[in-house]
Every structure is written in C-alpha cells, then in structure tokens.
C-alpha cells in the first residue's frame, strides 16, 4: 500500500518548529517520536489509540512516551493521503496544556488560510 506523506508546518520566516523540535530531542526521545511519526507514514488514519488521540476541531495528537517523557505532536489530515504536522511539545501534565493547544490551531488555521490563497491566488 502507498505510503502516507507527512508535511511540516513551516512559519513566514521559513522556519520549521517541529523539526527543529524533535532535532532538540535527546538521542531516546527523538528515536520514539521519529518511529511513531513513520507509524504515522505508514498507517495513515488506520493509526489509532493509544498511539493518536483526536484533540477535535480536525486536530489529532501522536502521543509518543519513553523512559525519559512523555512526547506530542499535535497534526492534521490536510488532504488526499497527507499530513500536516503543527506542533510538537513534551509533554509535563495530565491534560494537553491550553497554551500547546493554542499554537497548534494558530498554525493550522495559517496553513489553511495559505492553501487558500494558494488556490484563490
């Protein structure tokens, strides 16, 4: 079967936080996160708890844990067969943190608002 892409969300400047992110992860965590975001490439939707949890809103959350942590990055089913990866945190409390939250929808409603302009453009 085909594989699934995965994008990274990329801001004005050309940055690219969740790979800088996961680049700033010890050797462990990073190994963890990159092996369940290829599950992710993989599997695609058929990818599914405990390893995604839906967040709502078309949001989803990869939920990757080690030895060391507890690993989140928060995506989204963009179109066709990919994925827009948004945000990606360590995760410290029970519950996703409001602030974790509110960046990863800021950067999604940009990347939507760019497809659009894209495309209208």
């Known amino acids: 079967m085909a594989r699934w892409l995965i994008r990274t969300f990329t801001t004005e400047s050309g940055g690219k936080p969740v790979e800088d992110w996961i680049a700033s ?6 190994s ?6 290829g599950r992710l490439e993989r599997e ?3 990818l599914r708890k ?4 839906h967040l709502g ?3 989803w959350e990869l ?3 080690d030895g060391d942590g507890i690993y989140r990055v928060i995506y989204f089913h963009w179109k066709g067969r990919t994925f827009g990866l948004l ?4 995760k410290k409390t029970r519950k996703t943190p409001a602030n974790e939250l509110a960046i990863a929808k800021a950067r999604h409603a940009t990347w939507l608002a760019r497809q659009k302009r894209n495309r209208d453009g």
């Open 87 to 90: 945000h990606g945190f360590t």
């Open 57 to 59: 809103g078309g949001l």
């Open 25 to 30: 992860l010890g050797p462990g965590p990073r």
């Open 44 to 46: 695609g939707v058929d």
């Open 63 to 65: 939920r990757a844990r």
């Open 32 to 37: 963890t996160v990159l092996s369940l975001i």
């Open 50 to 53: 405990p390893f995604v949890e």
